[in-house]
């Protein structure tokens, strides 16, 4: 039996290591990450929310009124109750109601426009949190489907992954909520929504999709709650890969503090060294790895030796990975005949089967060099070059070493930049 895992929650089955659904976040951990992570001057915000009367007051009401909408148990029982159809209408009437409630509140006038955003992104993203949860949580209960059942895309349309971080939102614990089951939707749709069968690549994935993300206050609170939902069952390099992100961010104290707190006895684990791999069959050039041409011909990087290099790591189910193509095809445009034959640009494809890139390929007429390598995310240049998500980008100067391990992506205009000052 294949053993599948998307995100959180993590069982023991006959010995194997099996992950199951809950929804991201959902499962509260045992102490307030927010209030003991959270910067001083963050906690200071959400605190002077409370000190109007009229504002606590109507909170309590609130919380009263609507106690069914805001509750875990409730909510996971009607999302196994309903069709996706039902439940995001029952969830837009519940949002609706909630404002209705605190627009039309005889003390509306009292509040302040702070707590105003406050109410708002409560309303506002508990129901996106519950409507992602939908699909996330009835996909992983349902063990024999190695995918998670995507939403309609009319139904998702309004999140726009480049706008989702809002320091205001972020003091509301719907926001909280709704950033890990984000993560796992949006990462997994990058990931043609196949699940995860690799805790330590699941942990990285969702590590570098919310670096791209999110920021300020938020991403160390993401990272910091990845890291305690996950690290205990997760390989010690990938906790210790999302510890070292969340190490280099600023105000980080005291989320890492949390974060060493619940990994520490990863973090320290001493492991057996488990015997290197296997070398790759040598090829026509000894122990260097080729690539496959899509007449299936072997190629090297050193076949390129003499001109730069800037090589491109993709697959065609990732959505950043072809969005960064246009500026690609912009670059290559605006080099000279005589920069041309001075510049490669190297595509090489991670995709689960080569018929997979060459319909890609045969779409995206992207021009350049382009290689395939087998074995996907288990690739050995993968492992050869640390490469734990995608897109992911290197340049190599004439001489074929490495200049940039983790190059700027073809939208920053510094790649071309960099690119000319080597052929120089």
Not at 148 to 157: C, R, W, Y
Not at 267 to 280: F, Q
Not at 283 to 295: P, R
Not at 354 to 364: G, I, R, T, V
Request: proline share 5%.
């Amino acid at each position: 039996m294949r053993f599948l895992l998307l995100f959180f929650g993590y069982f023991v089955l006959n010995a194997h290591l099996f992950a199951q659904a809950t929804a991201a976040f959902t499962g509260r951990d045992s102490i307030d990450i927010f209030q003991q992570g959270a910067a001083p001057s963050v906690l200071e915000k959400y605190n002077a929310l409370w000190e109007n009367p009229a504002q606590k007051a109507f909170w309590a009401e609130f919380q009263q009124k609507f106690a069914n909408d805001f509750d875990p148990k409730k909510q996971y029982e009607l999302l196994f109750a309903q069709t996706a159809d039902s439940r995001e209408i029952e969830l837009f009437k519940e949002r609706n109601k909630q404002m209705e409630f605190f627009k039309n509140h005889p003390d509306f006038s009292k509040f302040s426009d702070s707590f105003k955003h406050y109410v708002e992104n409560t309303a506002r993203w508990n129901y996106w949190h519950w409507l992602l949860n939908y699909t996330v949580t009835r996909s992983n209960a349902d063990t024999k489907n190695l995918k998670l059942s995507a939403l309609p895309n009319v139904m998702t349309e309004a999140l726009d992954p480049k706008k989702i971080a809002d320091e205001e939102a972020f003091l509301t614990p719907a926001y909280r909520d709704f950033l890990g089951v984000f993560v796992t939707y949006f990462n997994s749709r990058e990931h043609a929504f196949n699940k995860y069968t690799d805790l330590a690549a699941a942990m990285n994935d969702k590590a570098a999709f919310a670096r791209r993300y999110f920021s300020g206050n938020i991403l160390p609170f993401y990272l910091c709650h990845l890291l305690r939902a996950n690290c205990i069952n997760t390989p010690k390099e990938a906790v210790v890969n999302t510890f070292d992100l969340l190490k280099a961010l600023p105000q980080s104290e005291r989320y890492l503090k949390l974060a060493s707190e619940k990994c520490n006895e990863v973090l320290t684990r001493k492991e057996e060294k488990k015997p290197a791999p296997a070398p790759a069959k040598a090829g026509k050039k000894g122990d260097e790895i080729a690539f496959l041409t899509i007449e299936g011909k072997e190629f090297y990087l050193s076949d390129f030796k003499g001109k730069v290099v800037y090589l491109d790591f993709w697959a065609s189910w990732c959505g950043p990975c072809r969005a960064e193509f246009p500026y690609s095809k912009a670059m290559h445009e605006k080099l000279t005949e005589k920069q041309l034959k001075k510049i490669v640009f190297l595509y090489i494809s991670i995709d689960q089967t080569p018929e997979a890139w060459k319909q890609a390929l045969e779409k995206l007429q992207l021009p350049g060099e382009h290689g395939y390598v087998n074995g996907a995310w288990n690739a050995q240049i993968l492992r050869q070059f640390s490469i734990n998500s995608i897109p992911r980008y290197m340049i190599f100067d004439k001489n074929g070493k490495i200049v940039f391990a983790d190059a700027s992506r073809p939208s920053s205009p510094d790649t071309l930049t960099e690119l000319l000052k080597l052929i120089e």
